[in-house]
């Protein structure tokens, strides 16, 4: 595709998903999702060619002037709309298909420091609501919708809808999948391990509690014996005081039981 058709066809794109565009004049000079993909149509060109740097330093003239970053080395179809744009970071192996609709604060990013492909692979006719982050190396099919601040982590077939913090397919293919979003009543990870914590620790409580009832209600020994300890008679213990044969007298209240004394009394 021509330069000029490639220039139409972004200018279409905001006609075609923008119902405040009035004309073109106003759409090539006030949109700043058409400028930053402009300007990263002329950094891909010398990133292509190797100049890395160059096409590096009209990305964040870019970045400064329009807030959206966009790697040279991404990959964008064909009539892409960056609705305001804001915020927009778009990882440098992202491939963004055709026909694809990018609201604000929207990030296409990777998961670690890993080299090769870490970026998404976003299909085409994708709607990406504002504040949503899709991060990792995968692929969201075409006809998918991603739901406002919704945090996407792993593949999402085609013509599906994804919401929710890890994003969850709710949609496919127009039928609807598990219950039904309550937006009032959104699920906390952080209050459910809490919740699970807490069962864990009753449990315990309950097991320790029938422990103790078990050893109260059967404290016979192995062997068949009554289980009581042998009482001693008090001839059995002596005063500290008494005198032994070196002499020496002990504390008087002390109580200590002596065979020597048993032996002797006897």
Known sequence: MGIWRTVKSDIEAVFENDPAARSWFEVVFTYAGLHAIWAHRVAQFFYRRRLYTIARIISQVSRF???IEIHPGAKLGRKLFIDHGM???IGETCEIGEEVVIYQGVTLGGTGKEKGKRHPTIGNRVVIASGAKVLGSFTVGDNTNIGANSVVLRE????STVVGIPGRVVKRNG?????RLDHTNLPDPLIETFRFMQKEINDLK?????LKKGG???NRPADGGSGHTQSRNSSDYELLGAEDDSGHSGHEHDL???PELEKKRS
Do not use: L, M, W, Y
């Not at 999402?156 to 013509?159: A, F, I, T, Y």
């Not at 039928?175 to 219950?179: E, Q, T, V």
């Open 206 to 210: 309950a097991e320790v509690e029938r």
């Open 156 to 159: 999402v077939p085609p013509n």
């Open 175 to 179: 039928k609807k999948i598990g219950d």
């Open 65 to 67: 002037f329009t807030g």
């Open 87 to 89: 915020g927009v970071v």
């Open 256 to 258: 200590v039981h002596s």
């Open 216 to 218: 109260q209600t059967d």
